[in-house]
């Protein structure tokens, strides 16, 4: 009974010292607190962009188009019901585009390539098309840069003709990529396949996410899809690698290096702090505490404090990352949990490691040498 | 005397001198690190970038339509305009020359082999040209870096072909056999894979391809491969309608529309434009990267700042038993000012130094490891870190010595602080 009464009364002590020492040191327990708050927070708004800017800088290559390319082995056109079936593939994790493709006649014999395709979908396939206006009606005609030179002035109406079928189309606005496209004219694909009945032959895709997940989805499209051939833009994936693998080992050594430094600037801070209260120590030691008991206050104080400036530092950390995406990418990163249990030990062990050194020191010193302020 | 203070004050506080001088020696070398690497990032992003192949066609300037479909060429070869082999190197002779990283001509071409019809593409693998005292190498293995061959590169002027992975497997060839190209033999040296429509082409030198068509020195395109500025409001105005100043502003800077303007200058009877698939995502990518690296190092610098001031503060504020016994044999408080500002500003100068040379090794070691290629440091930058570290110090000890100056000297010696 006696010993639980003075258990519980230590107890209580020991918490009140604690307090007490924050309390009544308000400005130096501020400035130590400051110090490791700002570690914490440069910590976590580093790991955070660190672990989401993959995820943001995807979305801008996902810029560069399709990465995955569905096409025939001798190019025929594809089963008409495909199209469904890739995207229920899918699962709303990329955009596929259908393209069908014939060589038609201009009234005057000359030979152009004639494309049908969905122009809502490529028009976010393919974000790098310079067009002055997209189709909307039927049998408009998006007219490459160098057919609509070929053809004269833009606007008049023409015929094309394939296999002995004709079809009349208004060229509503030009097509300029630098690439093949300029020498082709795009219909849709309603339109296209009432003039030819030539489905598509090729259906492209932009997939969102990791190398290894559109491997694995190149894999399964290829098991369902036996007769077509399923293959992977080499061009755009491994570029893409690339950058991302460079962007994440610059981030990963900014933060290491960041949090190193802090970490250091924090261990002095809380030295000073630490050593600054040697008299207190002295004055414990004194009047009758143990080692144990005054190596044990410190602990304790030194990781209340981490874990309090983790904390408060990693709020701080998650609003310093969202602004930087969203003045940079245009997209908030979202706070990355998973980061909180890392900063907390961080933050507990640098405290922790701040206190062992004056805790070496004083265990060497008499008390009595410390109070005459030698 | 005050010479004396300082030099002794450094010898006997040697604990909290090194806290100090260690605190301002990381901070200033992280900024100097990443300063120095938010500044070059840019360039070397734009080079990595150049992963992604071509960013600039040069074609005929008087072409027909291309007929292609699925990499076949239905267009008569007799077809269309070419250009000349022979001005090719002048591309090394123009203003932008440095910033061209490889370029490859292309000659497609439509061959029989057993009796089927196939595409044929002529380039350069990696031919070595001169302009002038210039020596480099042109072809595909510069501006087409993800083509990968199992076997061996043909030369470029040898008598062997690429065979790609789709031709390979159709046709049962494999590295070594010899395959006859209209009534040719060709040894194939190895096989190509590029994801591309030249899986299911032969890819040969440059020469084999003009001696099939019987026009040597053609070329029908050039892909250039240049490492460009991200695109702005300038650099989409039309040439022609500029003030002379601001043409030779956009002149010279390396715009995707200016390369391809001095490419055209450079070869006779030629068009030039950007790829915008390529140029145009690079530019947002590059920006991206390039503002995130900018932010990312301001909070840096600001991060380090604090810390570094605290750590001052802390070191200054244990000093006030030093202060006190200063002001009681009757040092006024400018002297004692003047002192503890003349240390941290010691101590600033010789972390700030120390820290720029230690930033510099890191700097040089982020590059080396990460971009393959050195991250230089610009010597301007040296009195601008010891500037911001002799700031930052000042404002960290500042509130510290003024509370120290203005602390009563009894209580201070008495130790009640």
Redesign the interface.
Same mark, same amino acid.
């Given at each position: 009974m006696k010993s639980r009464i003075l258990r519980r009364s230590r107890g209580s002590m020991f918490l009140r010292m604690l307090v007490r020492a924050a309390v009544l040191r308000r400005g130096?327990a501020i400035?130590a607190l400051?110090?490791l708050i700002? #570690?914490a927070?440069?910590a976590t708004?580093?790991l955070t962009?660190y672990v989401d &800017?993959q995820a943001? /800088?995807r979305k801008?290559?996902r810029?560069?188009?399709a990465n995955v390319v569905i096409?025939t082995k001798d190019?025929q056109s594809l089963p008409v019901e495909i199209l469904g079936k890739v995207q229920t593939m899918l699962h709303g994790e990329g955009l596929a585009v259908p393209f069908s493709?014939v &060589?038609a006649r201009t009234r005057d014999g000359? !030979? %152009? =390539?004639v494309a049908g395709t969905d122009f809502n979908a490529v028009q976010k396939l393919?974000s +790098? +098309?310079?067009v002055s206006a997209w189709p909307r009606a039927p049998h408009d005609a998006l007219v490459g840069i $160098?057919?609509a030179q070929?053809l004269g002035p833009q606007g008049k109406p023409f015929d094309l003709s394939f296999q002995g079928k004709t079809i009349a189309v208004t060229p509503t606005g030009t097509l300029?990529?630098?690439?093949?496209e300029?020498?082709r004219i795009y219909l849709s694909s309603p339109d296209f396949e009432s003039w030819t009945g030539v489905g598509p032959?090729?259906i492209e895709i932009a997939f969102s996410g990791s190398r290894e997940k559109i491997e694995q989805r190149i894999h399964e499209l290829q098991r369902a899809l036996p007769f077509a051939?399923v $293959? !992977? &833009? $080499?061009?755009?994936?491994? #570029?893409e690698a =690339?950058?991302l693998g460079?962007?994440r080992?610059? /981030?990963l %050594?900014?933060a290491i290096?960041?949090i190193?430094?802090?970490g250091?600037? &924090?261990l002095?801070?809380l030295?000073? +702090?630490v050593?600054?209260r040697r $008299?207190d120590f002295a004055v414990m030691k004194a009047i009758g505490a143990s080692r144990r008991m005054i190596h044990g206050f410190l602990a304790a104080e030194a990781a209340t404090l981490g874990a309090v400036a983790a904390v408060i530092g990693f709020l701080v950390g998650i609003v310093?990352a969202s602004a930087?995406g969203r003045?940079?990418?245009h997209a908030p990163v979202p706070p990355q949990f998973g980061v909180l249990p890392v900063v907390i030990l961080g933050s507990v062990v640098v405290a922790l490691m701040a206190a062992v050194w004056p805790m070496w020191l004083l265990g060497r010193v008499q008390p009595a040498n410390i109070l005459r302020?030698e | 005397m005050f010479l004396r203070l300082v030099y002794e004050s450094f010898r006997r506080q040697k604990r909290r001198k090194l806290l100090a001088a260690i605190a301002v020696t990381l901070g200033a070398g992280v900024a100097t690190a990443m300063i120095a690497v938010a500044t070059d990032i840019g360039d070397k992003i734009s080079r990595e970038l150049r992963t992604y192949g071509a960013n600039l066609v040069i074609t005929p300037e008087e072409d027909t339509l291309e007929v292609e479909i699925g990499g076949l060429n239905l267009k008569p070869p007799s077809d269309g305009g070419y250009l000349n082999e022979s001005d090719l190197p002048r591309i090394k002779g123009m203003f932008w020359r440095n910033n061209i990283v490889g370029f490859s001509p292309m000659l497609p071409v439509n061959v029989t082999v057993n009796g089927t019809s196939i595409p044929l593409l002529g380039t350069y693998f990696s031919k070595p040209l001169s302009f002038g005292k210039d020596k480099f190498a042109a072809g595909v293995r510069s501006t087409h870096p993800w083509w990968k061959v199992t076997g061996e590169w043909p030369g470029d002027d040898s008598q062997e072909v690429l065979v790609g992975e789709g031709l390979a497997a159709q046709l049962k060839l494999q590295t070594g056999d010899s395959l006859e190209v209209n009534h040719e033999k060709h040894r194939i040296s190895g096989i190509l894979t590029s994801g591309g429509i030249e899986d299911d082409q032969i890819v040969a030198p440059l020469s084999i391809a003009q001696q099939i068509l019987g026009k040597p020195g053609a070329v029908r395109r050039v892909y250039v491969s240049a490492v460009t500025k991200p695109e702005d409001e300038l650099a989409r105005r039309d040439p022609a309608s500029m003030s002379p100043e601001m043409r030779d502003r956009w002149y010279c800077s390396p715009y995707p529309q200016s390369i391809a303007f001095q490419l055209q200058e450079a070869i006779p009877h030629s068009h030039a434009k950007q790829i915008r698939q390529v140029a145009q995502n690079e530019g947002k990518v590059l920006s991206r990267i390039k503002g995130l690296m900018l932010l990312i190092t301001i909070s840096v610098l600001l991060a380090s700042a604090l810390a570094v001031s605290a750590a001052m503060a802390t070191a200054m504020f244990e000093r006030r038993t030093e202060v006190g016994l200063m002001k009681a044999l009757g040092a006024g408080d400018v002297r004692v000012a003047a002192l503890f500002f003349t240390e941290a500003m010691l101590l600033a100068l010789i972390g700030g130094a120390i820290g720029f040379a230690w930033g510099a090794l890191l700097a040089r070691f982020i590059g080396r490891s990460i971009f393959d290629s050195e991250i230089s440091i610009q010597p301007v930058l040296l009195p601008v870190i010891l500037t911001i570290a002799g700031v930052v110090t000042f404002a960290g000890s500042a509130a510290a010595i003024r509370r120290a100056v203005k602390f009563d000297p009894v209580y201070a010696l008495r130790g009640e602080a």
């Open positions: 130096r400035a400051l110090a700002v #570690a927070a440069t708004a580093m962009l &800017v943001q /800088l801008e290559f810029n560069y188009g096409a190019g493709y &060589v000359q !030979p %152009v =390539v393919d +790098w +098309w310079s $160098r057919v070929l300029q990529t630098g690439a093949a300029d020498s032959s090729t051939q $293959r !992977p &833009v $080499r061009q755009i994936m491994e #570029a =690339v950058i460079k962007m080992a610059t /981030l %050594v900014t290096l960041i190193a430094t802090a250091l600037c &924090v002095a801070t030295t000073g +702090w050593f600054d $008299r310093i930087i003045i940079n990418f302020g | -």
